[in-house]
């Protein structure tokens, strides 16, 4: 069966082999909190990402939305702060 990995759900099955489900789209019945967010874990964990928590003064807030990388409307928005905290910190490691 070809399903292309964008449209396909990898994980091991209680046999211990590897199986997919395809498809996961919007359409399908909606994940648990806690079923997504084991699905977000598997995935940074395949793509050797990790999370971190960081603390970030008001002043280094600033200097994300003065350097555009975060909205000003969103200088109390936590999910915006770490992606524009991540951008800022991939540019500055990788150019």
Request: net charge positive; aromatic share 6%.
């Amino acid at each position: 069966m070809d399903v292309p990995v964008a449209d396909a759900e990898y994980f091991l099955n209680s046999t211990g082999a590897h199986a997919f489900v395809a498809g996961m789209g919007p359409s399908d019945k909606p994940r648990s909190p806690g079923a997504e967010r084991m699905r977000l874990y598997r995935r940074r964990r395949r793509s050797n990402s990790r999370v971190a928590r960081v603390e970030i003064a008001a002043t280094e807030i600033e200097e994300l939305v003065k350097r555009g990388y975060l909205d000003p409307k969103d200088r109390a928005d936590l999910s915006e702060i770490g992606l524009a905290a991540s951008a800022c910190l991939s540019d500055t490691l990788w150019g």
